[in-house]
């Protein structure tokens, strides 16, 4: 195994992280530290399968954009007219306000819980809550959060919906569409939308949260069924491939991907900010925030910086992308006692501090369980 850098040190058959670095079209690490499953004795490497959350967002904004460059679906469109049943206030929300977190839509876990208190289903790890039924739960909220476009929420209902816009505008399930138009095309073979019954997940880590005294498994929730908010499967070596791919717009011209890339604004021309009140989603309660369609786009010490966090029961992982560098850290882990996007941060600040790729000597090699993404130079 490579030296473990950067302070993650996992016990011996103790859960962990596995890291990403690629600097200039070459992955300079790609390597695992700790095991698939507590106890277990699988190491993580390049090729386990991590439960990515909310990095599926920029998945879900992807295949929106390829739909919109098919001429099939448009940024204005409303949610009236693309998801029929909900009250009248739907008019005024479009698939640009969705995309950016800008649409007032109530949280789904929140009106859940709600619903739950009142006496309404009760959603467990063993029988959680589908898509068709975030929607039916969303079409009965008599008002909105706030006006369309006035005010920055994070929205996991919004993904949710985005990827049955999806769905229904390609007339194919959205695991298809994923597979079909992002995952087969970039060579990401085992990178896929979990459904379980329907699919598995090869070489998978599972989830692990922290107990008095240790690590217990924590690996599904109640909500992690749900799709476009993030119901991905990946790993490094697949993960490589995607960065490659938005490098060098593969999917999409540079031209069609600037709008993802382009923080919003709002309705005023102002600023968006993090919601002064907010939940555990909320990073900054009241700070400036930038976000486009599916990325942060916060620079870092004046450096250009398209990144995303993703927390769910059992894993914490992070992307934090630098186009200006050519410089990519991911950080995938099957613990929640670490903090991905920090170690993410350290990762990608440890390379931005040397001086650009070409001018100084490649890293040293990873281990041979670890291989090397793709190189595309």
Known sequence: MPPVPLGVV??????????????AGHTRLAAGYGVRRLGGQEPLDAHTNFRLASLSKSFTAMAVMLLVADG?????????????????????????????????????????DAEQRAGGPVYTPQ????????????????????????QWAYSNSAYVLLGLIVARTSGRPFGDFLQARIFAPLGMRDTRLYQRGRNSVPARAYGHEPVAGGLVQADQSPTSATQGDGGIYSNLADLARWDAALEHDTL????????????????????????ENGDEDDLAPG?????????????LDGLARRWHFGTTRGFHNAIMRFPDRRLTA??????????????????????LQSPPAGRRRA??????TDPRGPSDE
């Open 10 to 23: 996992p016990g011996a058959r103790e859960p962990g992280c596995a890291l990403l670095l690629r600097e």
């Open 72 to 112: 099939r679906l448009s940024y204005d469109a409303t949610l009236a007219d693309l998801l029929p049943g909900f009250p009248d206030y739907a008019r005024r929300i479009t698939v640009r306000h969705l995309l950016t977190h800008t649409a007032g839509l109530p949280d789904y876990e929140d009106v859940m």
């Open 127 to 150: 029988r959680q809550i589908q898509d068709a039924q975030v929607l039916e739960l969303l079409q009965r909220q008599p008002a909105l959060r706030f006006e369309p476009g006035s």
């Open 252 to 275: 999409l011209p540079a031209a069609a991907m600037r709008a993802a890339y382009t923080p919003v604004r709002l309705a005023d021309g102002s600023q968006t900010r993090w919601p």
């Open 287 to 299: 700070q400036p925030v930038a976000y486009g369609f599916g990325w942060f786009l916060d620079p």
């Open 330 to 351: 991911v950080v995938l882990c099957n613990r929640t006692d670490v903090e991905a996007r920090a170690v993410a941060l350290r990762l990608a600040r440890k390379f």
């Open 363 to 368: 890293v040293g090699r990873p281990s041979p």
